[in-house]
């Protein structure tokens, strides 16, 4: 059995704000002890992160402590952007085993040596990662896991924090680092979905990368990519330009066997170049001949599209599998300054799953999966949910 439960203080008495945020965790997940507290903090709390995380191991009963800091953070009861804010999730379970993970230097070894020793075919697996942007660590994960064919997904957000003096955190038990990278890794029995919405929408058809080399694309089609830009474009509004900044992307599909991908199955990347000569378009991610890929923009209202059939998407994967908590990784750069309005994209993660405790904040990345392959995202929301098997 898995049961979890999320709580939130804005109280600026650091004391009062722990205690009434692990108090409602607890409470709403009918526990008396706790085997893993997800913990995420705004900078103004920071003078006193030490004495948050002794208030959390007391009343919480566990040391098994994973967060990180965060510009804004969120609950299933709002994003509470520029609010100072605690907020706390509690998780107890027979299912899985909890594996805390974090690394100060600059690789990967001791990490690696806990996904090396505890994923395997036999369980399932789950690594949530809170890492400093400026470090290298998320990039030598990623590589890992390509090195085990997938196996493990990794989920969460690079740290956000004081947009001043750029300082930002990680923790883990009771530590306190910066450039580092804190998380967990989750192992046994239980099963997890991940969506991830990248607020784009697609114009123009799916083609096949007929002609390719390292990262520009030559043919699609058998057709001049430029060529197929070109017309692609051709079919957009003056009001859909103007919405999406004048910004195209690419958007790749990942999963080699899928033929007629959907929202969500493509991964975004920017186009960095135009080559008129060769009529090529290079892309920020490296291409492979055979790849089906199709043109977006982002807007707006692309993202309210994408978001809405994402949380749908994952809520009819949930009627067989009912999730017991959630975790939302949102981009600093959506939320109130995307949509122009407040808890947008948790109100439409609420409205399919009202009773369901999450926790997150707002990332200076995010990290999610997209056709059985681990990738580092921008802009981007990502959301996880954790069942029973």
Same mark, same amino acid.
């Given at each position: 059995?898995?049961?979890?439960?999320?709580?939130?203080?804005?109280?600026?008495?650091?004391?009062?704000?722990?205690?009434?945020?692990? $108090?409602?965790?607890?409470?709403?997940?009918? !526990?008396?002890?706790?085997?893993?507290?997800?913990?995420?903090?705004?900078?103004?709390?920071?003078?006193?992160? *030490?004495?948050?995380?002794?208030?959390?191991?007391?009343?919480?009963?566990?040391?098994?402590?994973?967060?990180?800091?965060?510009?804004?953070?969120?609950?299933?009861?709002?994003?509470?952007?520029?609010?100072? $804010?605690?907020?706390?999730?509690?998780? #107890?379970?027979?299912?899985?085993?909890?594996?805390?993970?974090?690394?100060?230097?600059?690789?990967?070894?001791?990490?690696?040596?806990?996904?090396?020793?505890?994923?395997?075919?036999?369980?399932?697996?789950?690594?949530?990662?809170?890492?400093?942007?400026?470090?290298?660590?998320?990039?030598?994960?990623?590589?890992? $896991?390509?090195?085990?064919?997938?196996?493990?997904?990794?989920?969460?957000?690079?740290?956000?924090?004081?947009?001043?003096?750029?300082?930002?955190? *990680?923790?883990?038990?009771? #530590?306190?680092?910066?450039?580092?990278?804190?998380?967990?890794?989750?192992?046994?029995?239980?099963?997890?979905?991940?969506?991830?919405?990248?607020?784009?929408?697609?114009?123009?058809?799916?083609?096949?990368?007929?002609?390719?080399?390292?990262?520009?694309?030559?043919?699609?089609?058998?057709?001049?990519?430029?060529?197929?830009?070109?017309?692609?474009?051709?079919?957009?509004?003056?009001?859909?330009?103007?919405?999406?900044?004048?910004?195209?992307?690419?958007?790749?599909?990942?999963?080699?066997?899928?033929?007629? +991908?959907?929202?969500?199955?493509?991964?975004? #990347?920017?186009?960095?170049?135009?080559?008129?000569?060769?009529?090529?378009?290079?892309?920020?991610?490296?291409?492979?001949?055979?790849?089906?890929?199709?043109?977006?923009? #982002?807007? +707006?209202?692309?993202?309210?599209?994408? !978001?809405?059939?994402?949380?749908?998407?994952?809520?009819?994967?949930?009627?067989?599998?009912?999730?017991?908590?959630?975790?939302?990784?949102?981009?600093?750069?959506?939320?109130?300054?995307?949509?122009?309005?407040?808890?947008?994209? !948790?109100?439409?993660?609420?409205?399919?799953?009202?009773?369901?405790?999450?926790?997150?904040?707002?990332?200076?990345?995010?990290?999610?999966?997209?056709?059985?392959?681990?990738?580092?995202?921008?802009?981007?929301?990502?959301?996880? $949910?954790?069942?029973?098997?």
């Amino acid at each position: 059995m898995i049961r979890a439960g999320v709580g939130y203080s804005h109280n600026i008495s650091t004391a009062e704000a722990t205690e009434q945020a692990v $108090t409602t965790a607890m409470s709403n997940a009918k !526990i008396a002890k706790s085997d893993l507290v997800f913990v995420f903090a705004t900078v103004n709390y920071a003078s006193e992160y *030490q004495q948050i995380f002794e208030g959390i191991k007391d009343i919480s009963g566990s040391d098994c402590l994973v967060g990180c800091s965060g510009m804004s953070v969120l609950t299933s009861a709002g994003e509470f952007e520029g609010q100072s $804010t605690i907020a706390v999730m509690v998780v #107890r379970s027979d299912q899985f085993f909890i594996h805390p993970l974090l690394e100060t230097k600059n690789d990967i070894a001791s990490i690696s040596a806990i996904i090396d020793s505890h994923v395997s075919a036999a369980d399932n697996s789950l690594l949530t990662i809170f890492p400093d942007i400026r470090s290298d660590l998320p990039t030598q994960l990623i590589q890992k $896991t390509e090195e085990l064919q997938f196996k493990v997904p990794i989920v969460g957000a690079a740290a956000s924090g004081n947009p001043t003096t750029g300082q930002m955190h *990680q923790w883990c038990g009771e #530590r306190i680092v910066e450039a580092s990278i804190s998380g967990a890794l989750l192992t046994g029995s239980f099963h997890t979905e991940v969506g991830v919405a990248q607020g784009c929408q697609p114009f123009g058809k799916t083609s096949e990368i007929t002609r390719a080399e390292g990262k520009k694309i030559f043919e699609l089609d058998e057709t001049p990519a430029l060529e197929v830009l070109q017309k692609s474009l051709e079919l957009l509004t003056e009001e859909d330009i103007q919405r999406s900044g004048g910004m195209v992307f690419l958007g790749m599909a990942m999963d080699d066997s899928n033929r007629s +991908p959907e929202i969500g199955d493509y991964l975004i #990347r920017n186009i960095v170049s135009i080559d008129r000569e060769s009529s090529a378009v290079e892309s920020a991610e490296h291409i492979t001949e055979g790849q089906i890929v199709q043109f977006h923009l #982002r807007t +707006p209202y692309a993202a309210r599209q994408e !978001i809405q059939t994402i949380i749908d998407r994952i809520s009819q994967k949930a009627q067989q599998h009912p999730p017991v908590f959630g975790l939302y990784f949102n981009c600093m750069g959506r939320g109130t300054g995307l949509y122009g309005e407040k808890n947008y994209d !948790i109100g439409i993660i609420k409205a399919k799953f009202p009773d369901l405790p999450i926790i997150g904040f707002f990332g200076n990345a995010e990290y999610a999966p997209i056709g059985n392959r681990n990738f580092m995202h921008a802009y981007t929301g990502a959301f996880v $949910t954790c069942s029973e098997e």
